[in-house]
């Protein structure tokens, strides 16, 4: 049995209290440390008395931290085998393992990317001294000195994301979901081995109330989660939530149809259906009976239940976890018109390792709650689209138009509930210079006014 121990700021940390983690099949993993409240908030402390790594050192560091990533063994297993049992263990399909860890070291290589993206013009960048600064201008600040993460374990990515926060000198507590600590415990430890002083980074899993005690602790708090966990946060200024995505396509009258098809296609199967940027919702202006007939196909051609191998496109899970999310899909469907309806695939091995095939259902309106409906795996819900009801697409973290409408597009750009707007490309499209959610910059930093000298 694997021990998973939490990495604080004297080094790793075992715990007498620890959770048993199951892998993707139902079977005992690991056994993950369970820090309690009060050792947590001594670290919060040592971060916060621990000054940062000067900001023309980190870009090295972080440099570095990609090559120990990428080829140090940790845990006794190199990459190859970390993302094998990455896959394993979150029912994870392999290739999207290796694409979120080529994400992270991407990252690492470019980290000062975004926040030179998200710094105001009008600011000096992060580590000017003020003798360097205008003499009457801005600094661009943190708000903060503890930044706190609470990961969600439905993609390795996630990770690639809080490192921004290191590089603005933020000193970061990473609480790991416990459905992926082996990403968080790979990167941490690369980090440190590359000179991020342990007094700058901790790894504390723990559970649910000593969470809620490092968001209290910290200046700054980055939380994935479900509706729940938007609803319990959602009011808090100093918490950055990733929670559902909820993201659409539409497909207007105006544009090529097979085009379209190949768009909700890409984005129904991005990272298996899991991520919040995968397409929730396709809006179809012409014949949405017809290309939800036409999508349904579609997946049926290109995705077969297999195991977590290189050609794996679906998410795995124990049989019992996916038969309940089949049967929640279809309790929301009831009324509506199944194109493609989910089932439980039962795959081979120890265990009760199964997975679901996409469903592809059709409402009669795009008001029906269902159209946000997220599931874990391929799900996607078609409506019709109507252009003088554009509300209905607000709320959702990327809104993607296949039109050649720009006075459409300009509309959607207006709608304020929708984070990022695409014309012609998947929901999951991405870009380095595209924020995911808004620049975190945005969060963690600000304007603060300077003026010196005579």
Known sequence: MLEIPALGPAGPYRTRNRTAVA???GLSALELACV???????WIDQLRAHPPLPVAEVAAVLHKAAAAFETEEILGDDLAAHERRVSSLTGTPLPVVRECGALITRTLRDVGRAPS???PTGCAPVGTEVSAAPSAGAMWCRVGDVFAVHAAGNSPGVHAMWLEALALGYRVVVRPSTRDPLTPFRLVTALRRAGIPAAQLVMAPCSHSTADLIIERSDRALVYGGQDIVDRYGNRGDVLLQGPGRSKLVVAADADRDTGLGIALDGALYHAGTACTATTGVLVERDPAGFAGELAAALKNTVRARPLDD??????????EAERLVEAVLDQAKGATVHMEPRVERLGGSGSLATITPAVVELASARTPSMSYEVPFPCVWVAPF???????LDASLVLSLHTTDHALVTAATELTGVSNVYQGRPTSWVHPDVPHDGF??????RA???AHGS
């Open 23 to 25: 892998d993707a099949s």
């Open 117 to 119: 993206a998200a710094r």
């Open 448 to 450: 603060k006014g300077l």
């Open 440 to 445: 975190l910059g945005e969060f963690l930093m």
């Open 36 to 42: 309690p409240g009060l050792v947590v908030s001594h």
């Open 386 to 392: 109507e252009r003088d009801t554009l509300d209905v």
């Open 311 to 320: 050609g794996a496109l679906l998410p795995c899970m124990p049989q019992a």
